[in-house]
Protein backbone atom coordinates (compact mmCIF):
# COMPACT_ATOMS: atom_id res chain seq x y z
CA UNK A 1 0.00 0.00 0.00
CA UNK A 2 3.16 2.24 0.02
CA UNK A 3 2.43 3.53 -3.33
CA UNK A 4 -1.06 4.53 -2.15
CA UNK A 5 -0.99 7.75 0.20
CA UNK A 6 -3.44 9.71 1.37
CA UNK A 7 -3.00 13.16 0.89
CA UNK A 8 -4.90 16.21 2.43
CA UNK A 9 -3.72 19.71 2.18
CA UNK A 10 -0.24 19.03 0.89
CA UNK A 11 0.67 16.46 3.67
CA UNK A 12 0.90 12.77 2.95
CA UNK A 13 -0.40 10.06 5.19
CA UNK A 14 0.50 6.27 5.26
CA UNK A 15 -2.42 4.87 6.74
CA UNK A 16 -6.48 4.84 5.53
CA UNK A 17 -7.52 3.96 9.48
CA UNK A 18 -7.51 7.48 11.62
CA UNK A 19 -8.15 6.42 15.31
CA UNK A 20 -8.98 8.54 18.56
CA UNK A 21 -7.22 7.96 21.81
CA UNK A 22 -10.66 7.90 24.66
CA UNK A 23 -11.89 5.43 26.77
CA UNK A 24 -8.92 3.17 26.86
CA UNK A 25 -7.93 1.53 30.53
CA UNK A 26 -4.70 3.51 30.47
CA UNK A 27 -1.93 4.67 28.27
CA UNK A 28 -0.36 1.34 27.79
CA UNK A 29 -3.27 -0.08 26.08
CA UNK A 30 -3.81 2.87 24.09
CA UNK A 31 -0.45 3.12 23.03
CA UNK A 32 -0.63 -0.63 21.77
CA UNK A 33 -4.10 -0.05 20.14
CA UNK A 34 -2.68 2.43 18.15
CA UNK A 35 0.80 0.73 17.27
CA UNK A 36 -1.63 -2.36 16.51
CA UNK A 37 -3.99 -0.37 13.83
CA UNK A 38 -0.84 0.96 12.06
CA UNK A 39 -2.60 4.63 12.31
CA UNK A 40 -0.37 7.49 11.54
CA UNK A 41 -3.28 9.97 12.49
CA UNK A 42 -4.33 10.05 16.01
CA UNK A 43 -6.88 12.27 17.64
CA UNK A 44 -6.90 14.03 20.67
CA UNK A 45 -9.43 16.16 22.95
CA UNK A 46 -7.95 19.81 24.35
CA UNK A 47 -8.81 19.44 28.44
CA UNK A 48 -7.92 21.54 30.98
CA UNK A 49 -4.39 20.63 32.28
CA UNK A 50 -5.19 18.76 35.96
CA UNK A 51 -3.19 21.38 38.31
CA UNK A 52 -3.67 19.71 41.35
CA UNK A 53 -2.41 16.02 40.67
CA UNK A 54 0.34 16.44 38.90
CA UNK A 55 1.16 12.60 39.16
CA UNK A 56 -0.64 11.94 36.46
CA UNK A 57 0.82 11.01 32.95
CA UNK A 58 0.58 12.88 29.80
CA UNK A 59 -0.91 11.12 26.95
CA UNK A 60 1.91 12.33 24.80
CA UNK A 61 4.08 10.30 26.83
CA UNK A 62 3.47 7.61 25.01
CA UNK A 63 1.65 8.87 21.78
CA UNK A 64 5.02 10.64 20.04
CA UNK A 65 4.26 13.40 17.88
CA UNK A 66 7.08 13.28 16.23
CA UNK A 67 6.39 9.38 15.23
CA UNK A 68 2.10 10.54 14.65
CA UNK A 69 -0.16 13.45 12.98
CA UNK A 70 -1.78 14.35 16.43
CA UNK A 71 -5.07 16.26 15.45
CA UNK A 72 -6.86 18.02 18.18
CA UNK A 73 -10.93 17.38 17.91
CA UNK A 74 -13.12 19.51 19.31
CA UNK A 75 -14.77 17.40 21.19
CA UNK A 76 -17.59 18.29 23.86
CA UNK A 77 -18.32 21.44 21.78
CA UNK A 78 -21.62 23.08 21.53
CA UNK A 79 -20.99 26.16 20.57
CA UNK A 80 -19.31 27.74 17.53
CA UNK A 81 -17.39 30.24 20.42
CA UNK A 82 -16.27 27.36 22.05
CA UNK A 83 -15.17 24.97 18.89
CA UNK A 84 -13.39 27.99 17.81
CA UNK A 85 -11.72 28.81 21.38
CA UNK A 86 -10.85 25.21 21.90
CA UNK A 87 -9.50 24.98 18.23
CA UNK A 88 -7.33 28.37 18.94
CA UNK A 89 -6.33 26.89 22.32
CA UNK A 90 -5.30 23.73 20.61
CA UNK A 91 -2.95 25.20 17.92
CA UNK A 92 -1.55 27.29 20.63
CA UNK A 93 -0.12 24.21 22.48
CA UNK A 94 1.64 24.18 19.36
CA UNK A 95 1.48 20.23 18.05
CA UNK A 96 -0.87 21.17 15.39
CA UNK A 97 -2.35 23.69 12.72
CA UNK A 98 -4.71 20.61 11.63
CA UNK A 99 -8.43 20.59 13.50
CA UNK A 100 -10.70 17.92 13.77
CA UNK A 101 -13.74 20.29 13.81
CA UNK A 102 -17.15 19.05 15.96
CA UNK A 103 -19.93 21.46 16.67
CA UNK A 104 -21.92 19.22 18.70
CA UNK A 105 -26.12 19.76 18.18
CA UNK A 106 -27.22 17.16 20.91
CA UNK A 107 -26.43 15.20 23.76
CA UNK A 108 -28.14 12.35 22.63
CA UNK A 109 -27.66 11.72 19.43
CA UNK A 110 -24.46 14.14 19.28
CA UNK A 111 -25.15 14.77 15.65
CA UNK A 112 -22.86 17.75 14.19
CA UNK A 113 -24.75 20.93 14.47
CA UNK A 114 -24.04 21.46 10.74
CA UNK A 115 -25.10 25.25 10.60
CA UNK A 116 -22.45 26.13 13.51
CA UNK A 117 -20.06 23.84 12.22
CA UNK A 118 -20.12 25.92 8.24
CA UNK A 119 -20.12 28.84 10.85
CA UNK A 120 -17.24 27.93 12.64
CA UNK A 121 -15.46 26.47 9.85
CA UNK A 122 -15.27 29.89 8.38
CA UNK A 123 -13.51 31.44 11.00
CA UNK A 124 -10.83 28.85 11.40
CA UNK A 125 -10.05 28.48 8.02
CA UNK A 126 -9.93 32.64 7.45
CA UNK A 127 -7.45 32.38 10.92
CA UNK A 128 -5.36 29.29 8.67
CA UNK A 129 -6.71 26.46 10.69
CA UNK A 130 -6.38 23.38 8.52
CA UNK A 131 -10.31 22.07 9.03
CA UNK A 132 -11.75 18.88 8.85
CA UNK A 133 -15.16 18.62 9.93
CA UNK A 134 -17.06 16.26 11.56
CA UNK A 135 -20.12 16.61 9.42
CA UNK A 136 -23.80 14.40 9.18
CA UNK A 137 -24.12 12.25 5.81
CA UNK A 138 -25.40 15.30 3.92
CA UNK A 139 -23.80 15.51 0.63
CA UNK A 140 -25.19 19.51 0.74
CA UNK A 141 -23.34 20.43 3.81
CA UNK A 142 -20.38 18.39 2.57
CA UNK A 143 -20.46 20.59 -0.37
CA UNK A 144 -20.67 23.49 1.71
CA UNK A 145 -17.89 22.33 3.78
CA UNK A 146 -15.61 22.17 0.46
CA UNK A 147 -16.49 25.35 -1.16
CA UNK A 148 -15.41 27.36 2.24
CA UNK A 149 -11.93 25.70 1.94
CA UNK A 150 -12.03 22.10 3.78
CA UNK A 151 -9.47 19.73 2.20
CA UNK A 152 -11.81 17.11 3.47
CA UNK A 153 -14.65 15.77 5.02
CA UNK A 154 -15.44 13.60 7.79
CA UNK A 155 -18.77 12.20 7.37
CA UNK A 156 -20.26 10.05 10.37
CA UNK A 157 -21.54 6.45 9.56
CA UNK A 158 -23.63 6.51 12.39
CA UNK A 159 -23.80 8.14 16.06
CA UNK A 160 -20.40 8.16 17.68
CA UNK A 161 -20.07 5.29 19.65
CA UNK A 162 -22.89 3.59 18.64
CA UNK A 163 -21.68 1.32 16.61
CA UNK A 164 -24.50 1.04 14.08
CA UNK A 165 -22.16 0.97 10.84
CA UNK A 166 -23.10 2.53 7.60
CA UNK A 167 -26.63 4.17 8.25
CA UNK A 168 -27.51 5.33 5.44
CA UNK A 169 -24.56 3.82 1.94
CA UNK A 170 -26.86 6.12 -0.97
CA UNK A 171 -25.83 9.48 0.53
CA UNK A 172 -22.41 8.36 1.50
CA UNK A 173 -22.59 7.36 -2.13
CA UNK A 174 -23.37 10.77 -3.01
CA UNK A 175 -20.60 12.78 -0.80
CA UNK A 176 -17.87 10.72 -2.31
CA UNK A 177 -18.99 11.24 -5.76
CA UNK A 178 -19.85 14.87 -5.27
CA UNK A 179 -16.80 16.40 -3.48
CA UNK A 180 -13.61 16.16 -4.88
CA UNK A 181 -11.76 16.44 -1.44
CA UNK A 182 -10.46 13.32 0.79
CA UNK A 183 -13.84 11.71 2.38
CA UNK A 184 -13.09 10.26 6.00
CA UNK A 185 -15.43 8.24 7.57
CA UNK A 186 -15.80 9.23 10.84
CA UNK A 187 -17.75 8.19 13.84
CA UNK A 188 -20.37 4.77 13.86
CA UNK A 189 -18.23 2.21 12.91
CA UNK A 190 -19.20 -1.03 14.74
CA UNK A 191 -16.58 -3.91 13.18
CA UNK A 192 -14.18 -4.51 10.61
CA UNK A 193 -16.71 -4.80 8.11
CA UNK A 194 -18.31 -1.57 8.86
CA UNK A 195 -14.80 -0.03 7.84
CA UNK A 196 -13.96 -2.51 5.17
CA UNK A 197 -17.42 -1.24 3.28
CA UNK A 198 -16.84 2.37 3.57
CA UNK A 199 -13.11 1.98 2.11
CA UNK A 200 -14.91 -0.61 -0.48
CA UNK A 201 -17.43 2.21 -1.41
CA UNK A 202 -14.60 4.44 -2.03
CA UNK A 203 -14.13 6.20 1.00
CA UNK A 204 -10.38 7.56 1.85
CA UNK A 205 -10.38 6.61 5.59
CA UNK A 206 -11.84 5.68 8.26
CA UNK A 207 -11.47 7.43 12.18
CA UNK A 208 -12.65 5.46 14.90
CA UNK A 209 -12.23 4.99 18.85
CA UNK A 210 -14.57 3.17 20.30
CA UNK A 211 -15.10 0.09 17.91
CA UNK A 212 -11.77 -0.49 19.29
CA UNK A 213 -11.22 0.96 22.90
CA UNK A 214 -14.92 -0.71 23.41
CA UNK A 215 -13.92 -4.00 22.40
CA UNK A 216 -13.06 -6.90 24.57
CA UNK A 217 -9.49 -6.93 23.18
CA UNK A 218 -8.99 -3.30 22.17
CA UNK A 219 -5.43 -4.48 20.76
CA UNK A 220 -6.68 -7.37 18.56
CA UNK A 221 -9.22 -4.94 17.00
CA UNK A 222 -7.39 -2.50 16.01
CA UNK A 223 -5.05 -4.91 14.08
CA UNK A 224 -8.86 -6.25 12.49
CA UNK A 225 -9.42 -2.84 11.55
CA UNK A 226 -5.99 -2.15 10.31
CA UNK A 227 -6.80 -5.31 7.75
CA UNK A 228 -10.49 -3.80 7.44
CA UNK A 229 -9.44 -1.16 6.28
CA UNK A 230 -6.37 -2.14 4.01
CA UNK A 231 -8.59 -4.56 2.47
CA UNK A 232 -11.60 -2.47 1.57
CA UNK A 233 -9.13 0.01 -0.25
CA UNK A 234 -7.40 -2.73 -2.15
CA UNK A 235 -10.95 -3.71 -3.23
CA UNK A 236 -12.41 -0.68 -4.08
CA UNK A 237 -8.91 0.16 -6.12
CA UNK A 238 -9.37 -3.40 -7.75
CA UNK A 239 -13.33 -2.94 -8.87
CA UNK A 240 -15.51 -5.50 -7.87
CA UNK A 241 -17.75 -7.19 -10.51
CA UNK A 242 -21.32 -6.44 -10.96
CA UNK A 243 -23.98 -7.87 -9.26
CA UNK A 244 -25.91 -10.54 -11.21
CA UNK A 245 -29.43 -12.45 -10.18
CA UNK A 246 -28.71 -15.25 -11.84
CA UNK A 247 -25.40 -17.62 -11.93
CA UNK A 248 -22.62 -17.19 -14.27
CA UNK A 249 -20.11 -20.26 -14.38
CA UNK A 250 -16.74 -19.89 -13.35
CA UNK A 251 -15.35 -23.10 -15.00
CA UNK A 252 -15.38 -24.20 -18.78
CA UNK A 253 -18.10 -25.89 -20.56
CA UNK A 254 -15.66 -27.29 -23.11
CA UNK A 255 -13.73 -31.06 -22.24
CA UNK A 256 -16.78 -32.25 -19.92
CA UNK A 257 -17.71 -35.57 -20.56
CA UNK B 1 0.93 37.52 47.66
CA UNK B 2 -2.40 37.65 45.23
CA UNK B 3 -5.21 35.91 44.43
CA UNK B 4 -5.65 34.44 41.03
CA UNK B 5 -7.66 31.98 39.02
CA UNK B 6 -6.07 29.30 37.60
CA UNK B 7 -8.49 26.38 35.80
CA UNK B 8 -11.23 27.63 37.86
CA UNK B 9 -9.64 27.35 40.99
CA UNK B 10 -8.55 29.72 43.67
CA UNK B 11 -5.17 30.08 44.13
CA UNK B 12 -2.74 32.31 45.98
CA UNK B 13 0.49 33.40 44.03
CA UNK B 14 3.64 35.58 44.49
CA UNK B 15 2.57 39.05 42.88
CA UNK B 16 3.58 39.51 40.14
CA UNK B 17 4.38 36.38 39.07
CA UNK B 18 5.17 35.64 35.87
CA UNK B 19 3.07 32.97 33.46
CA UNK B 20 6.42 30.78 33.20
CA UNK B 21 6.36 31.32 36.95
CA UNK B 22 3.73 29.69 37.56
CA UNK B 23 3.76 27.28 35.19
CA UNK B 24 7.17 25.71 37.20
CA UNK B 25 5.34 26.41 40.12
CA UNK B 26 2.61 23.91 39.10
CA UNK B 27 5.22 21.72 37.60
CA UNK B 28 3.93 21.73 33.82
CA UNK B 29 6.26 21.65 30.84
CA UNK B 30 5.61 24.75 28.95
CA UNK B 31 6.18 23.46 25.56
CA UNK B 32 2.90 21.12 25.69
CA UNK B 33 -0.02 23.32 26.73
CA UNK B 34 -1.45 26.45 25.54
CA UNK B 35 -2.36 29.05 28.12
CA UNK B 36 -5.05 31.58 28.28
CA UNK B 37 -5.22 34.95 30.53
CA UNK B 38 -8.78 36.59 30.71
CA UNK B 39 -10.05 34.54 27.46
CA UNK B 40 -6.49 35.65 25.40
CA UNK B 41 -4.79 33.19 23.99
CA UNK B 42 -0.89 33.55 24.99
CA UNK B 43 1.83 33.16 22.70
CA UNK B 44 4.50 30.71 24.09
CA UNK B 45 7.30 33.89 24.19
CA UNK B 46 4.99 35.88 26.18
CA UNK B 47 5.16 33.13 28.90
CA UNK B 48 8.15 34.81 30.11
CA UNK B 49 7.13 38.38 29.82
CA UNK B 50 3.88 38.18 31.17
CA UNK B 51 3.18 38.78 34.81
CA UNK B 52 -0.03 38.03 36.32
CA UNK B 53 -2.16 40.61 38.03
CA UNK B 54 -4.76 40.32 41.26
CA UNK B 55 -8.42 38.39 40.17
CA UNK B 56 -6.80 37.04 37.04
CA UNK B 57 -8.28 34.23 35.07
CA UNK B 58 -5.57 31.93 33.80
CA UNK B 59 -6.54 28.11 31.97
CA UNK B 60 -3.86 26.02 31.17
CA UNK B 61 -5.03 23.38 28.59
CA UNK B 62 -3.80 20.33 27.02
CA UNK B 63 -4.23 17.49 25.52
CA UNK B 64 -6.29 14.07 26.50
CA UNK B 65 -7.40 10.96 25.25
CA UNK B 66 -10.56 11.21 23.10
CA UNK B 67 -12.32 10.32 20.24
CA UNK B 68 -15.26 12.75 19.44
CA UNK B 69 -18.43 14.05 20.99
CA UNK B 70 -17.39 13.52 24.62
CA UNK B 71 -19.53 16.29 27.04
CA UNK B 72 -18.92 18.32 29.47
CA UNK B 73 -17.26 21.38 29.67
CA UNK B 74 -13.39 21.64 30.76
CA UNK B 75 -13.19 18.37 32.56
CA UNK B 76 -9.39 18.36 33.76
CA UNK B 77 -6.60 15.73 32.38
CA UNK B 78 -3.50 14.40 33.64
Known amino acids: MADDRLTIAGREFRS ?9 KDFVETKKAI ?14 VNITDRSKENLLDYIDPKKYTILPNTAGCYTVEDAVRYS ?22 LFPD ?16 IVLPYTNDDPIVAKKLVD ?7 PLAAPIGSGLGIRNPYNLKIILETVKVPVIVDAGVGTASDAALAMEYGADAVLMNTAIAGAKDPIMMAEAMKYAVDAGRLAYRAGRIPRKLYATASSPIEGML | MMRVHVNGEQRTVAAGV ?17 V ?14 RSLQEGDRVEIIGFIGGGAGQGGSWPTIG
Open chain 1, 88 to 109: RLARAAGISDLVKLEVIGDEKT
Open chain 2, 18 to 34: TVAGLLTELDIRPERVA
Open chain 1, 148 to 154: IGCPAVM
Open chain 1, 35 to 48: EASGADVVTVAVRR
Open chain 1, 114 to 129: TAGLIEAAKILIKEGF
Open chain 1, 16 to 24: RLWVGTGKY
Open chain 2, 36 to 49: ELNLNILDRGEFER
